[in-house]
């Protein structure tokens, strides 16, 4: 219930206030396990990404935002579950696993933080070794505009949100350099789409 009104809230706002642009939505799997990566640079990166989908999206979320049991059961109505930040953490993967396992879709992003001004960072392995364990597809997802509300002389952007055709883990999981390779193929296409894109405008 909770997921379902805040995705017409959000709905409306990005609509309205900041004009959202959606496009390849056909590229998202209607059911199944999948894994949804994007790039990231502001916290208005998870409900745009998610809001416009027909399908929910789970995300991981530093555990630091479960501070009390109101914030704890808005974040886990909203499919969400904590991880530890700065450390391995086996249960964040386990869950993780367990999400998509359950055909659902997970919303990653690769990078691991926050770009804030939109540079590249290194792709972290993690969401190939999960694409890989779950034999789930990736979709990269390029989220464009978020780095402008209310900062950096956008205040109003437009916001646009592309999703890409879904890639495939073909390595083994035990390969490190193929993990890191692929995570930074997602990357890859996410920055593509990002600058076709600009180059269309």
Same mark, same amino acid.
């Given at each position: ?24 939505? &056909? ?12 790039? =990231? ?30 914030? !704890?059961?808005?974040? #886990?109505?909203? =499919?969400?579950?904590?991880?530890? #930040? @700065?450390?391995? !953490?086996? @249960? ?6 367990? &999400? ?6 997970? *919303?990653?992003?690769? /990078?691991?933080? #926050?770009? #804030?001004?939109?540079?590249? $960072? ?22 464009? *505009?978020?780095? =402008? ?14 999703? @890409?055709?879904?890639?495939?883990? /073909? *390595? &083994?999981?035990? !390969? $490190?350099?193929?993990? /890191?390779?692929?995570? /930074? ?11 076709? !894109?600009?180059?269309?405008?």
């Amino acid at each position: 219930m909770i997921y379902a009104l805040l995705k017409i809230t959000f709905a409306m706002f990005f609509s309205i206030v900041f004009r959202a642009k959606i496009e390849g939505r &056909e590229n998202m799997p209607n059911e199944g396990p999948v894994i949804l990566a994007a790039n =990231h640079m502001s916290n208005w990166d998870p409900p745009l990404l998610a809001t416009f989908l027909a399908r929910p999206v789970s995300y991981m979320a530093k555990q630091e935002l479960f501070f009390n049991f109101i914030a !704890d059961y808005i974040l #886990r109505s909203c =499919h969400s579950f904590p991880v530890k #930040r @700065g450390a391995a !953490d086996r @249960g964040a993967i386990k869950a993780a696993l367990a &999400e998509l396992k359950k055909g659902r879709c997970l *919303g990653v992003f690769p /990078q691991g933080t #926050r770009s #804030r001004h939109g540079e590249r $960072k290194k792709a972290e392995p993690g969401v190939a070794l999960l694409a890989a364990m779950a034999k789930a597809p990736v979709v990269p997802a390029a989220i464009i *505009g978020t780095d =402008h509300v209310f900062a950096n002389g956008g205040f109003l952007p437009k916001l646009r949100v592309i999703y @890409g055709k879904p890639l495939m883990f /073909q *390595g &083994e999981k035990q !390969d $490190k350099q193929a993990l /890191q390779d692929f995570s /930074q193929k997602i990357m890859d296409e996410i920055y593509a789409m990002i600058k076709n !894109d600009s180059i269309s405008d």
